[in-house]
């Protein structure tokens, strides 16, 4: 099958890459862009893994095409924070223990950090709500609805 050049922004970066029409936009960032931090988990949107925003819109990566991206704006775990400076959502999620294996991590992380932007003072329920399109098989849950609410807190100032 032929591919397809494709342009987006990716993390703030101007991108051209060569998407086969089939190809989901996960697939794009995995294996045309090498952005492995997005990870696959059930390849139906049902889990949350390869959650990345689009336009500043949270999508599960596996559900969209590559090509569809075109003149997107897209941001990935990647493009959160720095080896230096963490972004607050991730730094509070190490702080409160709220990962474990780490498949799921990614995609709370995207998903918390778009809640934040839109919301930055939500309440347990609220944060709750927002990431329930997100499964982890590891934690209770808890401990990544605590990072999420001190990140806020934080980030409120």
């Not at 329920?125 to 997100?134: F, H």
Request: proline fraction near 3%; include cysteine; charge should be negative.
């Amino acid at each position: 099958m032929s591919k397809q050049h494709v342009t987006m922004t990716v993390n703030g970066d101007p991108v051209e890459v060569l998407c086969r029409a089939d190809q989901t936009l996960l697939d794009c960032l995995r294996d045309e862009m090498g952005l492995t931090g997005t990870k696959e988990g059930c390849s139906t949107g049902d889990c949350g893994a390869c959650s990345v925003t689009v336009d500043g819109r949270l999508v599960c990566a596996c559900l969209m095409l590559g090509v569809e991206a075109e003149g997107r704006k897209i941001e990935t775990i990647e493009g959160i924070g720095e080896s230096e400076e963490l972004h607050p959502v991730q730094r509070h999620f190490l702080e409160e223990a709220a990962l474990q294996c780490g498949i799921c991590t990614p995609g709370f992380i995207v998903a918390a950090k778009n809640l934040l932007e839109k919301n930055p003072n939500p309440t347990e329920e609220e944060v709750r709500y927002w990431l329930a399109g997100n499964l982890c098989r590891c934690t209770g849950y808890d401990k990544i609805i605590k990072a999420v609410l001190k990140a806020a807190e934080e980030m409120r100032g």
